[in-house]
Structure formats: structure tokens, C-alpha cells
């Protein structure tokens, strides 16, 4: 460490990845303080056993362990204005939004790192599994965590360069096992605590029952992409592309399970196939992205070659990008991808490093492949 000590603030979730980052840096040298943010108003009401109060006395346990200084910041507002409304109206359009994005993007790096940054504080960090890494021309670069199984590089792909410069990430170059195992060394009190599943806000209410509160079910018919009507649905905003369980419509005598792959948001109908590889209606490798931003500088001229993440948790895969407007792009993939979603991010890579993202843009019939 240099003479002058940067101080940084490091968000806590309450979960063991955020605390062991608080540690990593104690033990790096630098002067850190740590913030649980308060984003969910409603947790009694529409959540029912929400984790947020544990999660709060959770962060400030370790804080008190590891003997830093804790805060809350009430953000609430800023939240519901600029995450749930956005999700609630993406279903509402017939999209899907995926809310930890843009959770990334407008919260952690957007109000939390504004606050970070006028509270005197030189950056923020968080327990992400990805790299914030120096060029060879001295730019900052963002990088899939060492950790494959963990790697949340997809997650902060829409976040801009002026953000990613104020980032930290003490876990990129850590494993899962390692994490716990530095917990429980230090015996932090989450050391033995379960990962959270799904978003943040949710707790375990699954996201058609948490979007009932705020948009009315308008039942509709289920038909066949050739206009069979096979049966009725509560609400188009309760089901996603490539959803099979749930639907409410038997399989055939063949044991062919139906699939969605389609929304028709004018009628009111939700469209169902069965599962095949060869329905074009499911299937595709042409796209258009919109919304369209870059972490790094890439030179883009015609068709180019680059890797991409159709979805978290997918593989990179090879694509051609070809920009059809100032933030829009026509992606082709070399192998057909089921049921990718308007609304959702397709990450983009250059070998490990993340160089952009955009948006599926909506297609005819609630769909984003542009060849079906």
C-alpha cells in the first residue's frame, strides 16, 4: 500500500461474500466502512418472510466483528422508482426485465457509489465474483471472476466505464470454498450462512405472485403457434419464453410437453409449441439488441467477431455483431439458442473481459429472435 491510505465503503448484503470482502481489504491495508442499504418497503406486506431483517442484523454483526464502522442508508425510494417500477412495467409491456442488472447499474453503481463518492470515500466494493482489471494502455477493465461456477461478470456488464473506475471487487481472484473457508478462519458470523436466491428484494416469493400485486391478471386463451386453442391463461405477465411447467395445459399422447413461445399481448393470447428442436418459433440465431452500451473500446466495423453470454449461466459463444443504428445491433449466433427474451441482456466478451451489453429487443409476438 502506498503512504496515502484510500478509504473505501464496502456494501454489505449480509451474506458471507460481502463480509469476507471487508476482510480482504482489512487484510490489503486499506481503511474501510461498511453500509447495509434498506431498498424494500413493503417486505410485511406483499414479501411475507422476507430476509431483509436479518439480513440488516447480519451486516452489522460483522462489522461489529471485524471492528469497522457500519451505517444504513435508507435508499428506498430511489429503488422502488428506479428498479421495481421499471420491472413491474417491463412484464406489464410484455418484456422481461431482468431487475439485477439494472439493480447494478442504477443502485450499487449508480446512487450507493454517488453516495460513496460524497461521503469522501474513494470507491465501493461489493462481494461480486468477477475482475476489475488494468489495461495495457492503463484503462480499467471488468473480467469474469477466477471462479467459473460463481462468475457474475454477466450481472455488471451495463454498468459504465466512470462506474467500473470506482469499483472494487476483493473476490475476483477467490473461489466459493475459499470464501467460506476465510469466514469460518475468522469466525465471521455468516460464515455458515446460505447464498440468497434470487432477487434481492423477493426473498422466496416466487415473481408472478410478487407482480399480482401491482398488475391484474386479465385471463386469456393459450393456443398453438397454428391458432389451436388448448386452453386459458391468468395473465400473460405470469409466464416467460421457454416456460414448460406451470402452464396449465396437459401433454399429448406422445408425452410432448408444451412450451411458451410466444406472447400475443393485442389478443391476449398466449402461445404455446411443443418442445422441438426444430420450432422456429422456440429456436433462433438472429437477434436485435437494443440499449446497446460499451465498457471498453472496441472497433466495430461491419460484421464482427465476438463472444457473448446469451443469458447468466450460459457459456460464452461465438456471434457475429453488426451495429444497424447509434445503440442497436444485429447479433447472429453460430448455433441456434432457445428461447432468449426481449427484455433480458446479452453480455458481450472479448476472451474473459467484458466489453458491452444490450437489450433483446420485442419481436413479433412477444418474442426476440427475429427468425421465427
Known amino acids: 500500500m502506498s503512504s496515502t491510505v484510500k478509504k473505501i465503503l464496502v456494501a454489505l448484503s449480509g451474506g458471507v461474500d ?34 431483509g431483517a436479518r439480513d440488516l442484523k447480519d451486516a452489522e454483526a460483522v462489522s461489529k466483528k471485524i471492528g469497522v464502522p457500519f451505517r444504513v442508508l435508507n435508499l428506498m425510494n430511489f429503488y422502488q422508482e428506479n428498479v421495481v417500477d421499471p420491472m413491474v412495467q417491463g412484464y406489464a409491456n410484455g418484456v422481461t426485465p431482468n431487475p439485477d442488472v439494472l439493480c447494478n447499474r442504477e443502485m450499487k453503481f449508480g446512487a450507493l457509489l454517488d453516495y460513496a463518492l460524497s461521503e469522501g470515500f474513494s ?28 462468475d457474475q461478470s ?24 475459499s470464501v467460506r473457508d476465510l469466514a469460518q478462519r475468522h469466525n465471521l458470523p455468516v460464515a455458515a450462512k446460505k447464498d440468497s436466491q434470487g432477487i434481492c ?35 400473460l405477465h405470469r409466464y416467460t419464453l421457454g416456460q414448460r411447467r406451470g402452464i396449465g395445459v396437459p401433454s399429448n399422447a406422445d408425452h410432448e410437453n408444451y412450451v411458451v413461445t410466444g406472447k400475443d399481448q393485442g389478443a391476449n393470447r398466449l402461445i404455446v409449441a411443443f418442445e422441438n428442436r426444430d420450432e422456429p418459433t422456440l429456436w433462433g440465431t438472429e437477434f436485435e439488441v437494443s440499449n446497446l452500451s460499451f465498457l471498453a473500446k472496441v472497433e466495430i466495423s461491419g460484421p464482427t467477431k465476438l463472444l457473448a453470454k446469451a443469458r447468466y449461466r450460459d457459456p460464452s459463444t461465438p456471434i457475429l455483431l453488426e451495429l444497424t443504428g447509434v445503440d442497436r445491433a444485429m447479433i447472429r449466433f ?10 433480458q441482456v446479452l453480455a458481450l466478451y472479448q476472451g474473459e473481459q467484458v466489453i458491452g451489453a444490450g437489450i433483446y429487443s420485442l419481436q413479433a409476438e412477444g418474442r426476440a429472435s427475429l427468425s421465427a
Open 334 to 343: 453460430e448455433e441456434p439458442q432457445r428461447a432468449l427474451t426481449p427484455g
Open 154 to 177: 454477466y450481472f455488471l456488464s451495463r454498468i459504465s466505464p466512470e462506474q467500473l473506475k470506482h469499483a472494487k471487487f476483493p473476490l475476483g481472484d477467490m473461489d466459493k470454498p
Open 123 to 150: 470507491s465501493l466494493a461489493t462481494g461480486h465474483y468477477c475482475r476489475r482489471m488494468l489495461g495495457p494502455s492503463g484503462e480499467i477493465e471488468l473480467w469474469e471472476g477466477k471462479d467459473k461456477n460463481k
Open 201 to 235: 428484494f423477493l426473498g422466496k416469493v416466487k415473481v408472478p405472485d410478487f407482480l399480482s400485486n401491482f398488475i391484474e391478471d386479465k385471463p386469456g386463451e393459450i393456443v398453438t403457434v397454428n391458432g389451436k386453442i388448448v386452453g386459458q391463461h391468468q395473465g
Open 18 to 51: 460481502s463480509a469476507v470482502s471487508s476482510l480482504v481489504l482489512l487484510e490489503q491495508g486499506y481503511e474501510i466502512e461498511t453500509v447495509y442499504v434498506k431498498t424494500w418497503e413493503y417486505e410485511d406486506d406483499l414479501l411475507g418472510d422476507c430476509p
